[in-house]
Antibody, heavy 115, light 107 residues
């Protein structure tokens, strides 16, 4: 079964850091473009960052310089390093596979930025 | 950035009703548009891609149309399991963007 499982969310103070992980099963992650999408009540669904099929990395302007994506092919895993977190980064973060479109989503992990 | 405007943002309908949701793009995106369904507490699920192609396993009562800047999602006969929130999304340009959602509730 094709599946994505996120982990690493939690409560963090403004200015803090978190690293989200996404474990893939049922397919080889390195064969696909992988993305992070977040969802909050205030901002709705918002694409964050991802690898294009070309290998290029794209990043939402509001997180540029703070968030970095990476992948570890041997672990079949995908990551989102989030630094200098702000209140507005509070959201459920989804790991998503892109095969032209966002066809497989994880269940999400919740990030809360608050003091 | 491409803005996607969905309408209505909320609709109340009965089982068996025909429902149409519209998504307008701030500039042309060819047919690079998808529709997702999201139930409360769950991740979005891909329903339609390339504006009109049904994702595998999605019932045929769902259909999509449009190109350029105007798109529609139609549910031909609403079923109890269709009460959810629907989002459009464009993949023609980065940043990828989503519409604000349409919540379909039981009348």
């Amino acid at each position: 079964e094709v599946q994505l499982v996120e982990s690493g969310g939690g409560l963090v103070q403004p200015g803090g850091s978190l690293r989200l992980s996404c474990a893939a099963s049922g397919f080889t992650l390195s064969n696909y473009a992988m993305h992070w999408v977040r969802q909050s009540t205030r901002r709705g669904l918002e694409w964050v960052s991802g690898f294009h099929s070309s290998g290029d990395i794209y990043v939402l302007d509001s997180v540029k310089g703070r968030f970095t994506i990476s992948r570890e092919n041997a672990q079949n895993s995908f990551f989102l390093q989030m630094n200098s977190l702000r209140d507005e980064d509070t959201a459920v973060y989804y790991c998503v596979r892109r095969r032209n479109y966002l066809d497989v989503w994880g269940k999400g992990t919740t990030v809360t930025v608050a003091s | 950035d491409i803005q996607l405007t969905q309408s209505p943002s909320f609709l109340s309908a009965s089982v068996g009703d025909r429902v149409t949701i519209t998504c307008r793009a701030s500039r042309g995106i060819n047919s690079y548009l998808a529709w997702y369904q999201q139930e409360p507490g769950k991740a979005p699920k891909l329903l339609i891609y390339a504006a009109s192609t049904l994702q595998g396993g999605v019932p045929s009562r769902f259909s999509g149309s449009g190109s350029g800047t105007e798109f529609t999602l139609t549910i031909s006969s609403l079923q109890p399991e269709d009460f959810a929130t629907y989002y459009c999304q464009q993949v023609n340009f980065y940043p990828l963007t989503f519409g604000g959602g349409t919540k379909v509730e039981i009348k």
